[in-house]
């Protein structure tokens, strides 16, 4: 019986290890050109560094080393892997984050 605990414990341990080996950090650089919305608060036109974890449920947007919002965002599938880093927008409201090279995306409807 001990035997088995200490298996189990061990188990355990090595799979508490690889927990941040399954974290992902995905981060791009995409540009606006013309002022964009995300769940309300205005982007202007420029160039951002977008961050996000598969961890949380959050995003950063970044522009010029500061971070200029970061919102709730919950992670989607693609049905293919995306060809380019892209906003996807309605009209002037930023909806998703696609990711060059990755199969899932950033919603960002609330």
Known sequence: M?????????VLAVMALAVPAWATRVATDLSLDQPAKVQGTLLQPGNYHVIA???????????????V???????????????????????????????????MALDLRQ
Do not use: T
């Not at 001990?2 to 061990?10: P, Y």
């Not at 919950?74 to 696609?98: C, M, P, T």
């Open 53 to 67: 974890s598969d961890q949380d449920n959050r995003v950063k947007f970044m522009r010029d080393n500061k971070v």
């Open 69 to 103: 919002a970061e919102l709730p965002a919950h992670w989607i599938n693609l049905a293919r892997k995306a060809d380019y880093s892209a906003f996807v927008k309605n009209g002037e409201e930023i909806q998703e984050i696609d990711f060059a090279g990755k199969a």
């Open 2 to 10: 001990r035997v088995h605990v200490n298996h189990l414990l061990a």
